[in-house]
């Protein structure tokens, strides 16, 4: 079961069904088979909010995750709520020569794979996170 609520609080054109699209894809590359989460598509203003508010950094940036159940013991299909700022993808896509909506997507499956436990503070973690992430994005894009 896959269910997504996507909340924009801000201008944005990219479409529901893109993320359920790029979810449907994720769960197959991770096995994950039930995934509730919200994603929350937001301002530079109100990312640098969160990202200090959570991580002490005072600055934007392109997405956060809030896992639910990080310490295990909390049994739900909720997985956590991610936060988007459409305006920092912007930057991105064009800083690195990508279509917006390929690098809204890469993010999506970024702030998923934390969700549910990957990481990239090492450089074996990261190269699993972010080849599974790759996959997902081709996947989603064919």
């Known amino acids: 079961m896959l269910t997504i609520d996507y909340f924009k609080k801000i201008n944005c054109p990219i479409k529901k069904e893109l993320l359920e699209k790029t979810v449907k894809f994720f769960s197959s590359e991770t096995k994950c088979k039930f995934i509730a989460a919200e994603v929350a598509i937001i301002g530079d203003n109100e990312m640098k909010r969160l990202n200090y508010q959570y991580r002490g950094r005072n600055k934007t940036t392109d997405v956060l995750s809030f896992a639910f159940r990080e310490d295990k013991k909390i049994?739900?299909?909720?997985?956590?709520?991610?936060?988007i700022s459409y305006q920092q993808i912007k930057k991105q896509a064009k800083e690195y020569g990508v279509p917006i909506k390929e690098e809204f997507v890469r993010m999506l499956a970024h702030g998923l794979l934390h969700l549910t436990g990957y990481d990239h503070n090492t450089k074996t973690k990261e190269k699993k996170m972010f080849?599974?992430?790759?996959?997902?994005?081709?996947?989603?894009?064919?």
């Open 75 to 83: 049994k739900t299909d909720f997985l956590g709520q991610i936060f």
């Open 131 to 142: 080849e599974i992430q790759e996959k997902i994005v081709k996947k989603t894009l064919l």
